[in-house]
């Protein structure tokens, strides 16, 4: 069955980056675009971008570009997503979540499945 | 950026319907797609596209949409069905992006 597998969680201090691994099973890896999402405690999803597993194009939303790094490791079928200079107020799980829309014909911003998430806590 | 707005709470009698909206100019271009979280876990796609249901989702899940707003309607909800539930799409300022409402908390009295 299709499954996205995350990485476990992460304390970091404030500035440090983090990186966040995403192993994809059960699909072709390079078929599908890549999504991160995050939800801070008690909050609402928030979409930090997209990554084309095939030619490792990008798209990062407004509030994360210059922090965030997208990457892919086809040989393993695993997205990455790295924030760096974090703060405290990005204290929060991340999620990837798979497109239904297949690449590059399609991003559809339908999100079907999502891995299990990654708590990160960001704390002095 | 395009955004989407949820009412923050809708309850429901046991096993009668209820709907939940999601309003924002960007449904006029694309079709929203809506997620169920239950505390601790993963969202769950449940409606996409026109009125689309994954495998494994029961039929009293349906989706559909007019002007800005797309609804999702729980016709005979269960318990099982208290969770907090997120539309999105695509953004329609021009960039390949994706926005999230703000989340509908429903409760099953």
């Known amino acids: 069955q299709v499954q996205l597998v995350q990485s476990g969680a992460e304390v970091k201090k404030p500035g440090a980056s983090v990186k966040v691994s995403c192993k994809a099973s059960?699909?072709?890896?390079?078929?599908?675009?890549m999504h991160w999402v995050r939800q801070a405690p008690g909050q609402g999803l928030e979409w930090m971008g997209w990554?084309?597993?095939?030619?490792?194009?990008?798209n990062y939303a407004q509030k994360f570009q210059g922090r965030v790094t997208m990457t892919r490791d086809t040989s393993i079928s695993t997205a990455y997503m790295e924030l760096s200079r974090l703060r405290s107020d990005d204290t929060a799980v991340y999620y990837c979540?798979?497109?239904?829309?297949?690449?590059?014909?399609?991003?559809?911003?339908?999100?079907?499945?999502w891995g299990q998430g990654t708590l990160v806590t960001v704390s002095s | 950026s395009s955004e989407l707005t949820q009412d923050p709470a809708v309850s429901v009698a046991l096993g009668q319907t209820v709907r939940i909206t999601c309003q924002g100019d960007?449904?006029?271009?694309?079709?929203a797609s809506w997620y169920q979280q239950k505390p601790g876990q993963a969202p769950v796609l449940v409606i996409y596209?026109?009125?689309n249901r994954p495998s494994g989702i029961p039929d009293r899940f349906s989706g559909s949409s007019s002007g800005n707003t797309a609804s999702l309607t729980i016709t005979g909800a269960q318990a099982e069905d208290e969770a907090d539930y997120y539309c999105?799409?695509?953004?329609?300022?021009?960039?390949?992006?994706?926005?999230f409402g703000g989340g509908t908390k429903l409760t099953v009295l």
């Open positions: 059960g699909y072709t890896f390079t078929g599908y675009y």
């Open positions: 596209g026109k009125n």
């Open positions: 990554i084309n597993p095939n030619s490792g194009g990008t």
């Open positions: 999105n799409s695509r953004d329609s300022s021009g960039n390949p992006d994706v926005v």
């Open positions: 960007s449904l006029r271009s694309y079709y």
């Open positions: 979540a798979r497109d239904v829309g297949i690449v590059p014909a399609a991003m559809y911003g339908w999100f079907d499945p």
